[in-house]
């Protein structure tokens, strides 16, 4: 099993930056993909980035161009720089991880980080 411990969340104005990062541990070694989610308050859950056999790519409209998703192989962690924010990004931020254990595909989540963007 991975674990994933996510940070970097934050208050910020719109135009501001911030960065999440997400580390993960334990099962590492058959990892086949990253991504990184978000929930806003009655909305559902979507998919926002993703790198998946080293292809990055932005799944979400609203963020192509302003979001970008990254990867330390050495750290084991995954980072999504956000920049040009807006209020209507403002969410709980999920990581997740794809991994293979055995023949079995297994999708390990983070707790969760609140962005919240003012003005």
């Known amino acids: 099993q991975v674990q994933l411990v996510e940070s970097g969340g934050g208050l910020v104005q719109a135009g501001g930056s911030l960065r999440l990062s997400c580390a993960a541990s334990?099962?590492?070694?058959?990892?086949?993909?990253w991504g990184w989610y978000r929930q806003a308050p009655g909305k559902q859950r979507e998919l926002v980035a993703s790198i998946t056999g080293g292809v990055t790519r932005n799944s979400a409209d609203s963020v192509r161009g302003r979001f970008t998703i990254s990867r330390d192989n050495v750290k084991n962690t995954v980072y999504l720089q956000m920049e040009k924010l807006k209020p209507e990004d403002t969410a709980v931020y999920y990581c997740?991880?794809?991994?293979?254990?055995?023949?079995?595909?297994?999708?390990?989540w983070g707790q969760g980080t609140q962005v919240t963007v003012s003005s």
């Open positions: 334990g099962s590492i070694f058959g990892i086949t993909a």
């Open positions: 997740n991880v794809r991994s293979m254990e055995g023949w079995r595909m297994v999708d390990s």
